[in-house]
């Protein structure tokens, strides 16, 4: 069975805290994760550079964004280019499917994040075109301030026709990995086509609780605020922190001090 985290972003987010490099070496050395996606907010600028690296460290990479529609969040997998925010959950999905990618509905209606609502998603299913691209439901979310409403959420997520996925929202390194979806076999292609069965089955990770989660977040915040950030050389050197701005990011990310 594989393991892949589909919910993880980088410095290119604007509340992301580590770099594209520094998240390959930790997939590889600390976590037991075949296949990632990067899902940064509103932009792909980090795709290219983890779609290229990845092998290199052993982990495939999956292209995708978290694109904030009218509705809520969304994650559009298998895409080099990102939505337009601001559209309609149903829009948003559809233009998704336009260039050949999958959607997830991530932290279904956990409060204080722009989460959609369960009304929502049931609505979208009702459009034939939009039922064959939101094929997963996040069912388990590891990177979430409050874990404690994951056991309500996945049992409503069992309702819905989707598959089941588990992913860790992580913004930061140590977060990574903390929920993932089991698929068979190993790769992207196969991901996918587990997904396209709905046949992915969540794996929970208790490592980080709420207030490390948000500890830790806000600690890394502020160092990159500070103009630093985790950074990694190659497979073989160390994570360490180097400054911001000697690393290409995108117009969209937060400003090195």
């Not at 690296?53 to 990102?82: K, N, Q, W």
């Not at 056991?151 to 588990?166: D, K, N, R, S």
């Not at 977040?217 to 950030?229: D, I, P, S």
């Amino acid at each position: 069975m594989g393991l892949a985290d589909l919910h993880v972003h980088s410095i290119h987010s604007y509340d992301g805290t580590v770099t594209v490099p520094a998240i390959l070496k930790h997939v590889a050395n600390n976590t037991k994760l075949n296949v990632i996606a990067l899902t940064d907010h509103d932009q792909t600028c980090g795709i290219a550079e983890a779609v290229q690296l990845g092998p290199a460290y052993g982990i495939e990479v999956i292209p995708g964004c978290e694109v904030s529609t009218a509705e809520g969040h969304l994650l559009t997998l298998f895409v080099e280019r990102a939505v337009q925010p601001g559209l309609s959950y149903l829009e948003s999905i559809l233009r998704a499917g336009e260039m050949g990618g999958l959607c997830i509905a991530p932290h279904p209606t956990t409060p204080f994040i722009n989460s959609v609502s369960f009304k929502t998603i049931r609505q979208v299913l009702q459009n034939p075109d939009a039922a064959r691209i939101l094929v997963g439901i996040e069912a388990y979310n590891g990177g979430l301030v409050l874990t404690h409403s994951n056991a309500h959420i996945a049992a409503i997520c069992q309702t819905f026709p989707l598959a089941q996925v588990g992913d860790s929202d992580a913004h930061v390194l140590k977060a990574i990995g903390q929920g993932a979806s089991r698929f068979k076999g190993k790769t992207a292609s196969d991901l996918k086509q587990a997904l396209l069965n709905r046949a992915t089955q969540v794996q929970e990770e208790h490592g980080m609780n709420g207030f490390e989660v948000l500890w830790t977040y806000l600690f890394q915040h502020l160092v990159l605020k500070m103009g630093w950030a985790p950074w990694n050389a190659g497979p073989l050197a160390p994570v360490i922190y180097r400054r911001v701005g000697q690393i290409s990011r995108c117009e969209q990310s937060v400003p090195a001090a």
